[in-house]
């Protein structure tokens, strides 16, 4: 990829709960992947692992790095 840069991601799951961390677009891909299937999926994000339940996953949010701060920027 071009940009291996980790990305702000946060996962939504049935009941409101999310999980918020930054995980490198590799893994982000395997993880939009495996969503829609059944079971478990570990999720390696920048300060540690995290076992999924992909059936209670609701949304998948990947902020844009673009941001601004003060007036006119």
């Not at 980790?6 to 939009?32: D, H």
């Not at 969503?35 to 209670?56: H, M």
Request: no cysteine.
């Amino acid at each position: 990829m071009a940009d291996e840069k980790p990305q702000k991601v946060s996962v939504g799951f049935i009941g409101s709960q999310v999980l918020t961390g930054r995980v490198a677009p590799t893994e982000l891909a395997k993880l939009r992947d495996s969503l829609g299937s059944d079971g478990w999926r570990d999720v390696r994000f920048e300060d540690g692992t995290a076992a999924i339940d992909l059936t209670k996953v609701v949304y998948v949010l990947v902020e844009d790095e673009e941001h601004r701060v003060g007036f006119g920027a």
